[in-house]
T-cell receptor, first 114, second 115 residues
Framework: AQSVSQHNHHVILSEAASLELGCNYSYGGTVNLFWYVQYPGQHLQLLLKYFSGDPLVKGIKGFEAEFIKSKFSFNLRKPSVQWSDTAEYFCAVTRTFTGNQFYFGTGTSLTVIP | KAGVTQTPRYLIKTRGQQVTLSCSPISGHRSVSWYQQTPGQGLQFLFEYFSETQRNKGNFPGRFSGRQFSNSRSEMNVSTLELGDSALYLC??????????????FGPGTRLLVL
């Protein structure tokens, strides 16, 4: 079945550690890729997005992601996490020309220990 | 610009009842999508409306329905509630055009508890 996979369900890091969260999708054709974050008690917010062009995209709060088409991946990275990055992270995919239906991964819960 | 607003924020219903949730998109946005978020299933797409027409539909039973008004506000209705319908229902808006490369902006959600 076509899907979006986030292999890390729970990640615990110490402050200043580097972060990489995996995201793989199985849809063919042209896709648009997103990472959203949900801080405790808050609504989903966009971290970054990729539509086309440079496969390395930079988002807010020092996050970046790299689209590797051959691997169907869009991994999220941050060189040095902070306690305030504790949140749930969702990868999402839309398929160009088929509408705004977002296919979400199951999410990765990140806990940063001070 | 004001963000996406959803009302009510919390709702408690009993099995068999029906419920209507409301969503006001960001001004100028023409697309409204609805999602169900549960701990077990994550975020699942319900449907999308664009200019008052349903443009996409997810794999939910017919008890879940929606509509969009001429001012782009949208409502979602769930009839004959079941315990499994307890979830956070999220609304997202996007699109000032009819392209499909749009970012969705999410509201805070309506938390529905079915007893």
């Amino acid at each position: 079945a076509q899907s979006v996979s986030q292999h890390n369900h729970h990640v615990i890091l110490s402050e200043a550690a580097s972060l990489e969260l995996g995201c793989n999708y199985s849809y063919g054709g042209t896709v648009n890729l997103f990472w959203y974050v949900q801080y405790p008690g808050q609504h989903l917010q966009l971290l970054l997005k990729y539509f086309s062009g440079d496969p390395l995209v930079k988002g807010i709060k020092g996050f970046e992601a790299e689209f590797i088409k051959s691997k169907f991946s869009f991994n999220l990275r941050k060189p040095s996490v902070q306690w305030s990055d504790t949140a749930e992270y969702f990868c999402a995919v839309t398929r160009t020309f088929t509408g705004n239906q977002f296919y979400f991964g199951t999410g990765t819960s990140l806990t940063v220990i001070p | 610009k004001a963000g996406v607003t959803q009302t009510p924020r919390y709702l408690i219903k009993t099995r068999g009842q029906q419920v209507t949730l409301s969503c006001s998109p960001i001004s100028g946005h023409r697309s409204v999508s609805w999602y169900q978020q549960t701990p077990g299933q994550g975020l699942q797409f319900l449907f999308e409306y664009f200019s008052e027409t349903q443009r996409n539909k997810g794999n939910f039973p017919g008890r879940f329905s929606g509509r969009q008004f001429s001012n782009s506000r949208s409502e979602m209705n769930v009839s004959t509630l079941e315990l499994g319908d307890s979830a956070l229902y999220l609304c997202a808006s996007s699109g000032t055009s009819d392209t499909f490369q749009e970012t969705q902006y999410f509201g805070p959600g309506t938390r529905l508890l079915v007893l």
